[in-house]
């Protein structure tokens, strides 16, 4: 699976993965190693712990490398003016009779508290290809929703 990611979103990833590889695993073992002092291992609560924290942080940066070793840069879209990966599109929701601002970012970058959609959410998947004027329904579980692209950038 391709993860899209804007150059300071890698940049970040690549941060937090050195983190993890660097300092996470360090600590990690350092609690492995004392929970070890305390004797037998087999009624052991903090070597237990220690050791379930240690395969989080390893699952953790298994999930940065795949991702890293998976991604592509958001470049600008070549058809300005069509929505794509990257835009950041203002609507109109004819509910709720509100403009809206949303960013359309890969899975990995998108927090929808701060109007940033992943490309393979509904909403997502449904505005990508259209242009400013278009209207668009999205076929939800709660009930449809229906957006008028007002600009896109």
Known sequence: MTHFLTAEGKKQLEEKLSFYKSTKRVEVSKKIAIAREFGDLSENAEYDAAKEEQGQIEAEIKQMEDILLNCKIIEATADEGVIGIGSTIKVYDEE????????????????????IISNYSPVGTALIGHRAGDRVTIKMEHGDITYKILEVK
Do not use: Q, R, V
């Open 96 to 115: 709720f009779d509100e403009d809206l601002t949303l960013t359309i970012l890969g899975s990995t970058e998108s927090d929808p508290t701060k109007g």
